[in-house]
Every structure is written in structure tokens, then in C-alpha cells.
């Protein structure tokens, strides 16, 4: 039963919601034993300066696709949708078709990988309608079949961490389990909704099909008991593949087991509260019992990669789509995570000593759990923390360049963000992107909400220096202005250095105004975006300096 294909197989694990600083083995609150175990392994990498592509759930999901930033690919702001056949009408996700990782590995080997089963996504999809015929509607079919995948076991968008479905059937509604939210979170104003799996089925009348029966009340096994029944079929086949779970947990409405929110009251599955704190809250112990849940889930999945013989040729990437929940006006220092009556605007989560969180260019908002593992090139010299930059973007050209893909003729000019990491895992104690021939590693971040553009704000990423102007959760006045940051000295971007600086500041405003036009260009001339001209946010307060 064992298999070893000579191909490797990559997964790409991603959670939801969850802080830089929330699992244990970086001091979080709830005890995660099996993912530290797994990230302390010797064949695996703690990467200290990993970061979501975007600070918010649909732009980073853009990214791991595609290599690329999200506005590129006409990803601006996240996508709500709930209703499977129209959607969101004007919203695009790559209309030109950019190449994503899904496509690599299929075209690099379709013997291999290219059947019907080689690609496979589970969970929270959130880049578009399911529905083969949603243009028929007024929308526009964007489903995981459409962007490289083969086969889905999908939500379109957010969905709750217990009950998933319930909501989806009149008879199921009592078992609908609402937590500390006591009602339907994340549902439409008139009541409509419906957060249920959908998956590929030719058969059926829009290409694909719905979930009939209730979900369990614990949803990250539900999408490791969908993952596991795949790669038992592969394993079958002897053949590789590739493979991203999209886990809910613990995007808000989080709801964990009482069974799990007992256990982390009693001190069992979490730190106890420090001395002098009250017990925690019923929405900290559901936050917490939610990581508890997500953990079990992740050893089941390493356990299934490990009876199936795949563990020791497949790539693991493990990672947050953002920052935690909430933000922490008014100028995004926040405080420890605790909640109390008095701090009603922070979530549970921790960004530990980062400014901001979700939706913030300071390193709450992106600055995120990352974890990666490959034996065969890491080959046993890890199990310490990186501190080298990765971003949730250098998925694809690393897969690449493991597979010796490259991307069709006609999108080989186009921008690619994300760098490979090929190097690193081969020398993780060496490598530094500082002495690449490429220079200090730079990266752009940038969060749109096109109802609200004053709380817009970019950021600019080059080695240890950091821009940023403007963050959600700062809303003094000095937040509109360019700050500057020493990451190396100053994790917490408490000291701004644009003054003593001005040389630097300079340099990066530069670089950030050559990536901005780059983006622009990408809109215009290479994903052809609908709203690829409208003026995307440069700042404008950036123009009124
Ligand atoms: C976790 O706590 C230890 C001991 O206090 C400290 O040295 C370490 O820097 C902390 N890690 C993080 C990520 O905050
Ligand atoms: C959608 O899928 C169904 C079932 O496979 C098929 O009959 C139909 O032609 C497809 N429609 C479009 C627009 O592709
Ligand atoms: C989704 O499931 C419901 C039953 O729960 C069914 O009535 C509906 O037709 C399904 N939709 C599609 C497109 O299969
Ligand atoms: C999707 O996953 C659920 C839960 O594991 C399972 O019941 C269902 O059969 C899956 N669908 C397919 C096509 O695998
Ligand atoms: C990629 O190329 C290298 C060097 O030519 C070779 O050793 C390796 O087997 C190739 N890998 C794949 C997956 O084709
Ligand atoms: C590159 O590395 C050198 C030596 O470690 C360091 O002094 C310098 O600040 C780094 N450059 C950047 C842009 O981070």
C-alpha cells in the first residue's frame, strides 16, 4: 500500500483568521501540540517573516495561485457572495486566465499529475461563483476548476467552524449551533443563507453539486475526512499531486465543541490566564477550543500523508490568510489578547508584539504564521526559525522550479511578485535574499476597500526598512503621513524613522511608486481587469504631500 512516487507532492494548509503569535510555539493561548511538533521537526522550517500576500482573506487566496499580488489579477477588496448563480456581478478574479500553481503542475507533468484527479481544493475558495453557468445570471464562473484545479470540495465563501451547513435546510436548522453569537453571523440582510460544500459533478445541472446532509459539528474534520478519501485514491493511482485546504477555522463565526471549550478552561489544551486576569470569556474559549479543533485536524492530515507513504516527498506550506480579528484603533498598538467587556474591538487572537491586525499594513495585518517541510531538501537542517521574508506568493515559482516548469509563452513577461525558495530550504542556515544577486528581498502590500478609502494603506517592504502610509486601525492624523521602519531593531513599528531617514524613506517610496505602476500595467495590459482603470489607490494623500 505504501507509495513513493518519484514526484514530489505539494499541500498547502491554510487557516483562516489566525495570529502571528497563536500557536504555541510562539506563546500562544491555546496549546497546538501537534503543529509545533511538526514545526520543530528537523525537516521542517519555523519562517519568523512570513507573509500573506494580502491583508484580507480573498486577496491572499488570489496570491497562492497565481505567484503574483493580488490587484494584478483584479483581486481589489474581498468577495462577498451569497448567492451561487449571480454573485458578486462585477467581480473578477483573473479574467485573462493567469497561470496559477494548479496549471505548473498539471502542464509541467500530465502523465502525472494532469488527470482528472492531480489538482484538488477543499474549503474556503472565496475567488468567485461555482456555477458553470453563472454568466448566464449576470455573474461570472470562477470556481477552483476554472483556476487550475481538477476537483473541489468547496464553500464559496466564509463559512462557520461548527455546523457549517445548517442553515442550508429547514430541518436542519435546530441543530444550527451560533455560539457566543447567538445567531446567524455573516449572513445576508434578509435572511438567505446558505454555507454549504459544493464539488465538481458533470452531472449535474450547473457543473457542480451540494452537500444533502448535515456537516458534522466540527468542520475542520470534515474537510480532512474530504482531503484523506483524495489522497487514498491517488495513493491507489501511485501518483503525486497537489493539494490546498482551505481551512475555516477560526475566521468569526468560530464555535468549538463544548467538549473543547471545557478542556481549555480546565488548563488542558491551553495556558491558563495570566495570574491576576479573569477566567476567559466564553468568545476566548470558543476562539481557543477553535485552535484546538484546527490542531487535532493538522495531526490528522500528517498522520494520512505519513500511512499513505507521501510525508517524505511532499511539500508543506502552512500558513494565515491575514492578521487576526480585530482591529485596534486608534493608532493599532494593541493590547495582549485579552478580551474583556472594557476592549470590546479586539477579537481573541494574537499578533503578540506586531502593531495592527487584520486589514492593517503594519505586521499584524500580514506578518502571519508560516511554517514549510520537504525532507529531500531540507534533509534534516531544519527544525529552527527562519527569519529570512517568505510571502504566501512564492508558493507557485517554488513548486516551479521544483518541477523545472516555467509559465506559457505568453505570460512569461508578465509580473511575477513571488521568488522561489528553493535556495532557502537547501540552506536554511545560510541562506539570505540580502546576498542573491537580486539585492535585499521587497515586496508591496496594500489593502482597497472601495467603500471606506480612507482607511486605505500601503506599505513597502525592502530587506529590514518598511513604508507604510496608512493602516486601518491608525487613525490619528500622523498614520496619513510616510513612516518608516527598522523591522530588524523595531518588530513592533513603534519608531518612526522617516525624519532621521530621509534618504531611505526616498528609496522606498521610489521602489513602491515603480510597483505600483507595474500593478497598474498588470491590470491594464496583462489581466485586463474591468475596473483596471480606475485610479487604484495610489494614496492620494501620497500626491497631496
Ligand atoms: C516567547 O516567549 C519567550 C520567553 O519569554 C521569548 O523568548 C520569545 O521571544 C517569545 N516568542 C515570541 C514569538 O514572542
Ligand atoms: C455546465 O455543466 C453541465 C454538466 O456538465 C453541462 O451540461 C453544461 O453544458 C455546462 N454549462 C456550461 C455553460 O459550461
Ligand atoms: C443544492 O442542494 C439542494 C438540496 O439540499 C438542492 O435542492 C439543490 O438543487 C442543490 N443545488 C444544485 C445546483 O445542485
Ligand atoms: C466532500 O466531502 C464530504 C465530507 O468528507 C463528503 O461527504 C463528500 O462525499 C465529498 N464529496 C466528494 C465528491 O468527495
Ligand atoms: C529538474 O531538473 C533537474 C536538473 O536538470 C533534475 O535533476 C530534476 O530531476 C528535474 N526535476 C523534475 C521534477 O523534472
Ligand atoms: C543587508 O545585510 C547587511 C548585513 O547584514 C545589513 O547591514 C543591511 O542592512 C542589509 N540590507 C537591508 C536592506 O536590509
Known amino acids: 500500500m505504501n507509495i513513493t512516487p518519484s514526484l514530489p507532492s505539494f499541500l498547502f494548509l491554510l487557516v483562516d483568521d489566525i495570529g502571528w503569535a497563536d500557536f504555541s510555539y510562539n506563546n500562544g493561548t491555546a496549546l497546538t501540540p501537534n503543529i509545533d511538533a511538526w514545526a520543530k521537526d528537523k525537516n521542517s522550517l519555523i519562517l519568523q517573516d512570513f507573509h500573506s500576500g494580502g491583508t484580507v482573506c480573498s486577496p491572499t487566496r488570489a496570491t497562492i495561485l497565481t505567484g503574483r499580488n493580488h490587484f494584478r489579477d483584479c483581486v481589489d477588496y474581498v468577495y462577498g457572495c451569497d448567492d451561487m448563480s449571480i454573485c458578486v456581478p462585477d467581480f473578477e478574479f483573473a479574467p485573462s486566465r493567469t497561470f496559477t500553481v494548479g496549471d505548473a503542475v498539471r502542464t509541467a507533468h500530465p502523465e502525472e499529475y494532469g488527470d482528472y484527479g492531480g489538482a484538488y481544493f477543499a474549503g474556503k475558495w472565496h475567488l468567485g461563483s461555482f456555477f458553470n453557468d453563472s454568466e448566464a445570471y449576470g455573474g461570472k464562473t470562477s470556481s477552483p476548476l476554472v483556476h487550475g484545479f481538477t476537483k473541489m470540495n468547496a464553500t464559496v465563501e466564509v463559512a462557520p467552524t461548527a455546523t457549517t451547513n445548517c442553515q442550508c435546510k429547514p430541518e436542519w436548522r435546530k441543530d444550527c449551533q451560533f455560539g457566543h453569537y447567538d445567531g446567524p453571523n455573516h449572513c445576508s440582510p434578509d435572511g438567505r443563507c446558505c454555507f454549504n460544500y459544493w464539488w465538481d459533478d458533470p452531472l449535474s445541472a450547473h457543473g457542480v453539486t451540494n452537500l444533502t446532509w448535515p456537516t458534522p459539528p466540527d468542520d475542520s474534520l470534515y474537510l480532512v475526512d474530504a482531503f484523506s478519501r483524495y489522497m487514498a485514491e491517488r495513493a491507489q493511482q501511485k501518483k503525486p499531486f497537489l493539494a490546498q485546504i482551505s481551512f475555516h477555522n477560526c475566521h468569526i463565526p468560530f464555535i468549538a465543541s463544548k467538549t473543547a471549550k471545557v478542556r481549555c478552561a480546565k488548563g488542558e489544551t491551553c495556558r491558563p490566564p495570566d ?10 474559549l470558543d476562539y481557543y477550543g477553535c485552535m484546538t479543533e484546527l490542531d487535532n485536524a493538522f495531526g490528522q492530515v500528517i498522520e494520512a500523508l505519513k500511512k499513505h507513504g507521501y510525508y517524505d516527498n511532499t511539500m508543506i506550506w502552512f500558513a ?8 485596534c484603533p486608534p493608532d493599532g498598538i494593541c493590547k495582549k489578547a485579552s478580551i474583556s467587556p472594557q476592549r470590546p474591538v479586539e477579537g481573541p487572537g494574537s499578533a503578540g508584539p506586531l502593531r495592527g491586525r487584520k486589514r492593517d499594513i503594519y505586521e499584524g495585518g500580514h506578518r502571519v504564521a508560516g511554517i514549510v517541510s520537504f525532507p529531500p531538501l531540507i534533509q534534516g537542517r531544519g527544525g529552527m526559525q527562519v527569519w529570512e521574508t517568505v510571502v504566501t506568493f512564492d508558493f507557485l515559482p517554488t513548486v516551479m522550479e521544483l518541477l523545472n516548469q516555467t509559465r506559457p509563452p505568453s505570460q512569461q513577461s508578465w509580473a511575477l511578485d513571488g521568488r522561489s525558495i528553493v535556495a532557502l530550504l537547501k540552506e536554511p542556515n545560510n541562506f539570505q535574499w540580502n546576498n542573491t544577486k537580486e539585492g535585499p528581498r521587497s515586496f508591496g502590500i496594500g489593502y482597497y476597500d472601495p467603500k471606506q478609502i480612507i482607511s486605505n494603506g500601503w506599505g513597502y517592504r525592502w530587506g529590514k526598512w518598511k513604508y507604510v502610509q496608512g493602516s486601518v486601525s491608525c487613525n490619528k492624523k500622523y498614520c496619513r503621513k510616510p513612516q518608516l521602519f527598522d523591522l530588524e531593531t523595531d518588530l513592533g513599528e513603534r519608531h518612526d524613522l522617516a525624519e ?13 511608486r515603480e510597483w505600483h505602476a507595474s500593478i497598474m500595467k498588470s491590470r491594464q495590459e496583462e489581466s485586463k481587469c474591468q475596473k483596471a482603470n480606475l485610479p487604484l489607490p495610489l494614496p492620494t494623500f501620497m500626491s497631496e504631500e
Open 275 to 284: 495570574p491576576g486576569s479573569p477566567p476567559y470569556t466564553e468568545k476566548e
Open 320 to 327: 494565515s490568510d491575514n492578521g487576526p480579528e480585530q482591529n
Open 500 to 512: 532621521a531617514n530621509p534618504d531611505v524613506l526616498r528609496l522606498l517610496q521610489q521602489k513602491f
